[in-house]
């Protein structure tokens, strides 16, 4: 079936530094992107969606972007701070189908002082 | 607001044990939603609600049956826990305007002996 990928799996990255998280799909009949993140032993929480006919969406310290030509979608945080350590993933969805996602398998963040 | 609760927390089964997980909601969403979390993998939608009265099969359905309630609450049955079934399960809420946005439970942590 249609599936969500990422291409790293933990990344590091130093206060204050930018981060980008990537994140591959395959649906190419997908109307939103949507990123999550999950702290250690809670439930995943919206960060930010984008809809399939922008190519940028930002907001506060994130901005997610869209390529559909490569079906490549990105999370860029500015200015990481220990509180963004967590695990993110992308996920998809379309329209029509009850609101169902289909979820990425997640990048482990971490932030070092 | 309590946003989604889930319980219990934590449970510990016997293979071929049944029970069944509670959810509820106070956001007064329409759809509800059940996923499995496994170790080092994205959420993967068991079962969900698109409204009051309303069930369907999501991705991994096999093993277990949910119920609709009433608005607020949405549960799930294991009617004979099998080993593969050990993992942490999500339920979530959407309302139909923000639909992208899934609000999650804390999770209960599952092990079937």
């Known amino acids: 079936g249609e599936s969500v990928g990422l291409h790293l799996p933990t990344l590091s990255v130093q206060e204050g530094d930018n981060s980008i998280i990537n994140c591959a799909y395959s649906?190419?009949?997908?109307?939103?992107f949507i990123w999550y993140k999950q702290e250690s032993g809670k439930g995943p929480q919206f960060i930010i969606d984008?809809?399939?006919?922008?190519d940028k969406r930002q907001g506060q310290r994130v901005t997610v972007l869209l390529n559909k030509t490569v079906k490549h979608l990105s999370l860029q945080i500015a200015a990481t701070q220990p509180g963004d350590s967590a695990v993110y993933f992308c996920?998809?969805?379309?329209?029509?189908?009850?609101?169902?996602?289909?979820f990425g398998t997640g990048t482990r963040l971490q932030v070092t002082l | 607001n309590a946003g989604v609760t889930q319980t219990p927390k934590f449970q510990v089964l016997k293979t071929g044990q049944s029970m069944t997980l509670q959810c509820a909601q106070d956001m007064n969403h329409n759809s509800m939603y059940w996923y499995r979390q496994d170790p080092g993998m994205g959420l993967r939608l068991i079962y969900y609600?698109?409204?009051?009265?309303?069930?369907d099969k999501g991705e991994v359905p096999n093993g277990y049956n949910v119920s609709r309630l009433n608005k607020r609450e949405f549960s799930l049955r294991l009617e004979s826990a099998a080993p593969s079934q050990t993992s942490v399960y999500f339920c979530?809420?959407?309302?139909?305007?923000?639909?992208?946005?899934?609000?999650f439970g804390p999770g209960t942590r599952l092990t079937v002996l």
């Open positions: 649906n190419s009949a997908s109307d939103y």
């Open positions: 979530a809420s959407s309302d139909r305007v923000n639909y992208n946005e899934q609000f």
């Open positions: 996920a998809e969805m379309e329209t029509g189908t009850a609101s169902k996602l289909t």
């Open positions: 984008i809809r399939s006919n922008m």
């Open positions: 609600s698109a409204s009051e009265g309303t069930t």
